[in-house]
């Protein structure tokens, strides 16, 4: 994200173009699902995308991304890691994109998205159902999801209670304040996560166990009557969750992993904003 070409140890994702040209559009996962891109390669890379470029769709289980050999049908770029940033072709690629105005990412950067979308989507592939929810505001002034009496039989089951906890943080306020922000305010979320496994950086804590934990301690719920309530007091998370060896705070540590959850579940959460 910082560099033209970006460091495979920075986070999963590169939001911002990997140029880090102001002319070029920012992106999120979600933006270049089901799109068209154009490849250029290096003559001696080695990345799975590349050994794979003969092929009409890549990742079709999650980005479900084609290659083109024309500009004009690319949605955005992509650039091998070790194409150098001086290269005649990445500078010729590099003028045709902000010209075309698309983003242009690093094939590490699709390989990443990949996973990251592959850690929440068999969870979120579940999530066709509709469930009826009622969003209120108690006395207290605290925020409730009511679900519909036929959705009563989910909380009882295992499996049933984790789609009832998606549709929750897909209606969350964190998580909405993401699907309202700019992609700038995502920046300091993203540089406290890393992959394999999908963690907070320093930590063991992983992104899953991170949601876990918020929705145990945010979201309080009346079993008979489907009501959940969020009351969350930050303070008193980071004292009871608090490690004097972790870097992040875990307020903080939860807004990166809803974070994640948004941008994994983008379209989802935006389809339930209030009109």
Not at 135 to 148: H, I, N
Request: aromatic letters at 10%.
């Amino acid at each position: 994200m910082a560099s033209n070409l970006q460091s495979p140890k920075s986070f999963c994702l590169s939001m911002s173009s990997s140029s880090n040209d102001t002319w070029l559009p920012k992106w999120t996962p979600h933006s270049i699902k089901d799109k068209a891109f154009y490849h250029l390669t290096s003559s001696n890379s080695t990345s799975c995308l590349t050994r794979a470029v003969r092929q009409t769709k890549l990742y079709p289980e999650t980005l479900n991304i084609r290659v083109v050999t024309n500009m004009t049908q690319a949605a955005f770029v992509a650039v091998d890691d070790d194409v150098g940033v001086s290269d005649d072709a990445y500078l010729d690629i590099l003028q045709k994109a902000r010209a075309k105005h698309i983003p242009l990412l690093k094939t590490s950067d699709l390989e990443r998205a990949h996973r990251l979308f592959h850690s929440f989507d068999q969870l979120s592939s579940q999530i066709e159902k509709k469930f009826t929810v009622k969003e209120a505001y108690d006395s207290g002034g605290c925020f409730t999801l009511t679900f519909g009496r036929r959705d009563l039989r989910y909380m009882k089951d295992p499996d049933g209670i984790e789609l009832v906890y998606h549709e929750i943080l897909l209606r969350d306020p964190i998580v909405r304040q993401f699907a309202r922000s700019s992609i700038d305010y995502w920046e300091r979320y993203r540089a406290v996560i890393r992959t394999e496994p999908l963690r907070i950086v320093n930590t063991r804590w992983k992104i899953t166990n991170v949601l876990d934990d918020y929705l145990a301690e945010a979201w309080g719920n009346s079993a008979t009557h489907g009501t959940f309530i969020r009351e969350w007091d930050e303070d008193e998370f980071n004292k009871d969750y608090e490690n004097p060896s972790d870097t992040v705070k875990p307020t903080e540590a939860v807004r990166a992993a809803l974070w994640v959850f948004y941008v994994t579940n983008e379209k989802s959460v935006k389809d339930r904003l209030p009109t």
